[in-house]
């Protein structure tokens, strides 16, 4: 009995004295991590920053904070009040009033632009870059983009229509306005694209992406669309930044107008800025999941089907549909 004591009281002191060494690396553990393991990663950190070749400005001689995704956002949504007016955030304005109030947001609009531009041209700063200079820059570009606004407004006006006329789901223009993720796609892009033309960098892409985010629709800023476009459904849409589409195409969900291969430079990397991916003309409708890939041309009141691959070229007025040829209407 006395034996059996023993063995258990040295059990329990065994226990104690684990729990204690524990305890004791424990504290030793977070005194090397607090003073010597922190230090030694936030130091490797900032070495291989600066061995990057993505840094991401020019800290020389434009020292500018980078663009704001949250500012450009707000920019975008101050926009599209404008764009539509009374549908967002305008609406309790009357039409005697409404201008004045447009007028309003185009001057915050500017101001708040101005400033993600000038960011954006410093967040890519040459290295004769200054941030005045950028500035100046930024101040320009503001402008001529202001200036497009009621062109934008109208080739929205016509894609909203679009819309409407073509769902018969479709209550009025104003519920895809509101609605329709198709209508906030293309109206980002709208935007985006004014932007890409201007060589604005990095907002075009912001607002861009915005959009992806919200409907699963990606338009590359640098796509040329038409008039009177729609795309019904919309997720899984992807457009590529090459791509070129006529007036009154219609694209239905998961349609993918994308690059077959790309072209490589001496070190194996892909070519920037090459024609890689389709042109659809004229009045094609383009049913879901079809894949169209390279820089081949859809001619136009054609009819492409539901999960086509298509990598050849097609004449005007075909139909294509899964395991047949092409053939005309």
């Known amino acids: 009995m006395v034996l059996r004591k023993t063995t258990l009281n040295t059990r329990a002191e065994l226990k104690e004295t684990e729990i204690s060494?524990?305890?004791n690396i424990e504290v030793t553990d977070m005194d090397d991590l607090d003073h010597s393991s922190i230090t030694a990663v936030a130091r490797r950190l900032?070495?291989?920053n600066q061995e990057l070749a993505f840094k991401t400005q020019n800290v020389k001689t434009c020292r500018a904070e980078l663009p704001s995704r949250v500012s450009c956002l707000k920019v975008m949504q101050q926009l599209r009040s404008i764009l539509f007016p009374g549908y967002f955030h305008l609406s309790?304005?009357?039409?005697e009033g409404i201008g004045f109030h447009v007028g309003a947001i185009l001057d915050l609009i500017s101001i708040n632009l101005r400033e993600q531009i000038k960011r954006g041209f410093c967040f890519g700063c040459v290295d004769d870059g200054t941030e005045h200079r950028c500035s100046e820059r930024a101040e320009v570009l503001t402008r001529e983009f202001l200036a497009r606004l009621p062109d934008?407004?109208?080739?929205l006006g016509e894609d909203v229509h679009?819309?409407?006329?073509?769902?018969?789901?479709a209550k009025s223009p104003g519920e895809t306005i509101l609605c329709y993720p198709g209508v906030f796609a293309i109206t980002n892009h709208r935007i985006a694209h004014e932007l890409y033309k201007l060589d604005v960098p990095v907002i075009p892409r912001i607002i861009s992406e915005d959009a992806h985010s919200v409907t699963g629709i990606d338009i590359h800023p640098g796509a040329r669309i038409g008039r009177k476009f729609?795309?019904?459904h919309g997720t899984g849409v992807v457009i590529g930044e090459t791509t070129i589409i006529g007036d009154?195409?219609?694209?239905?969900?998961g349609v993918t107008l994308g690059a077959k291969s790309?072209?490589?430079n001496e070190k194996g990397n892909p070519i920037k800025g090459i024609d890689r991916h389709p042109i659809i003309e004229d009045d094609v409708i383009i049913y879901a999941g079809a894949t169209i890939l390279g820089r081949i041309t859809i001619g136009a009141r054609s009819t492409i089907g539901g999960n086509v691959w298509l990598t050849d070229s097609v004449p005007p007025d075909s139909s294509i549909s899964q395991g047949r040829e092409p053939r005309a209407r």
Do not use: C, K
């Open 152 to 155: 934008v407004m109208a080739l």
């Open 92 to 95: 309790e304005f009357s039409d």
């Open 262 to 264: 790309f072209p490589l």
């Open 46 to 48: 900032v070495t291989a």
């Open 248 to 253: 009154r195409v219609r694209i239905y969900q």
């Open 162 to 169: 679009a819309a409407y006329e073509g769902d018969p789901a």
């Open 230 to 232: 729609f795309i019904d």
């Open 21 to 23: 060494d524990s305890r």
